[in-house]
């Protein structure tokens, strides 16, 4: 067993984020375990890029209100207690709703792997927007 101490909240890069994103990284592979978690805070309307992951993507809320939307116009509301899946390939994003927070873990098979996380274009307002109404029913 080995015990992994606290790590500094970083700002994540704003070439693949919208709006204010902060992120404790949590695990990043030991040699034996390519496993990838991260705690991380999305503000109201923030989000991720665009982007798919190599070996999927699990996305469990421990707070507030978040969105996941895919690029064929699927999104759901995700609260806390709830998780996501992305399939290996699966072009989504994720972040706060836009007037709740909302933080997860992300986990990730890639641990040394520069083609874990490919990075897309930002999600435009117009498709956030689309994704949250169709989310919540409002469209």
């Given at each position: ?65 978040g969105l996941v939307g895919t690029r064929d116009g699927r999104s759901v509301l995700l609260h806390a207690g ?7 390939g699966e072009e989504h994003f994720h972040g706060g709703t ?42």
């Amino acid at each position: 067993m080995n015990k992994n101490p606290r790590t500094a909240t970083v700002k994540t890069p704003a070439e693949n984020f919208t709006g204010d994103v902060w992120m404790n990284p949590l695990f990043d592979g030991d040699g034996t375990s390519r496993l990838v978690c991260g705690h991380v805070r999305f503000t109201p309307g923030a989000r991720t890029n665009w982007h798919s992951h190599s070996n999927g993507q699990l996305l469990v809320c421990t707070d507030g209100v978040g969105l996941v939307g895919t690029r064929d116009g699927r999104s759901v509301l995700l609260h806390a207690g709830e998780s996501v899946w992305t399939p290996a390939g699966e072009e989504h994003f994720h972040g706060g709703t836009a007037d709740q927070m909302m933080c997860h873990y992300a986990i990730l098979d890639g641990s040394g792997d520069a083609d874990a996380t490919t990075w897309l274009e930002p999600v435009t307002d117009d498709q956030y927007a689309a994704a949250e109404a169709a989310a919540t029913g409002s469209r």
